[in-house]
């Protein structure tokens, strides 16, 4: 009894509206499955469940309507099918993203790829409030990460090669934000209006703009609901490897001071986020480090 005991407050079992029964999250980060994985998540929902699955806004798949005198059989064959039970509550939950560098052409970054290695450290970690990881290839956040825990997106600062611009205006336009014109026969790029999509970079038709770099900017204290609210800027960093380090950190931040019973977005100032800001920045190496706008 101890051991199903268990198997029912792990943080994908979830207790539906009829007490009676439970809808088992699994686990899928970036919602990547294979056909494989996929049939036999069919085969357990058809065994346990009543034949359907719900896709949720997290990117993974719930077996609504189990028995949970069943939950250490679907526990067993999810975890054997590579799809084991998820997460829900206190903890880190599935992470997800958009299709990045993978399939999408606005993407700037490796997303799943990424997703992929964040879920490898931090899933299912118990932590005081619930941690949500969102990954976006570009600032379109079709995946909003800004309304995560933790956000991350991936963006370029475009470049004008010196001297060879033609002024067709193929950047002016593509750019959505109207952050360039053509003067005097060569294109200006206004920084202050440039959200660093990259769209113009890919769109000229002669290679003159190009990458000064690309970086990952993260947000923290993001929360969606009925009252949602925009993540802060943390930093840029502009490797894979910075990225694990500062969400490291955050992590480590978040489980050492956070309250449980309260959204993180409701703490950030009694955490001190700001000095959290300062601390984390040094711990970057200067050279590697892009300035944060700082709000």
Known sequence: ??????????????????????TVRIRAPAGVLTIEQLRGIAQVAKKYGTGVVHCTTRQTIEIPHVNPKSLKRVALRLEKNGTPIGSEKDEVVNIISCPGTERCKFANIDTIGLAKKIDAKLFGKQM???MRIGLSGCPNACVSPMLNEIGIIGRIKPIRTEG?????????????????????????LDDEKCVQCG??????????????????????GGRRGRHPKIGRELLTVETEEQVLFVIDR????????????????????ELHFGKFREEIVKQVPEAELVAAKKK
Request: positive net charge; proline residues 2%.
């Open 164 to 188: 060879l611009c033609t002024g067709c205006g193929m950047c002016v336009h593509y750019c959505k934000e109207s952050a360039i014109r053509i003067r005097n026969g060569i294109s200006e």
């Open 250 to 269: 955050i992590i480590d931040w978040v489980y050492r001071r956070a309250w449980s019973g309260r959204l993180l977005s409701e703490q950030m100032d």
């Open 1 to 22: 009894m101890q051991h199903e005991f268990g198997i029912h407050m792990k943080g994908g079992v979830i207790t539906e509206r009829n007490p009676d029964l439970s």
């Open 128 to 130: 005081p409030v619930k």
């Open 199 to 220: 769209t113009c970079v890919k769109s000229c038709s002669f290679n003159l703009l190009k990458e000064a770099h690309t970086h990952y900017l993260i947000t923290v």
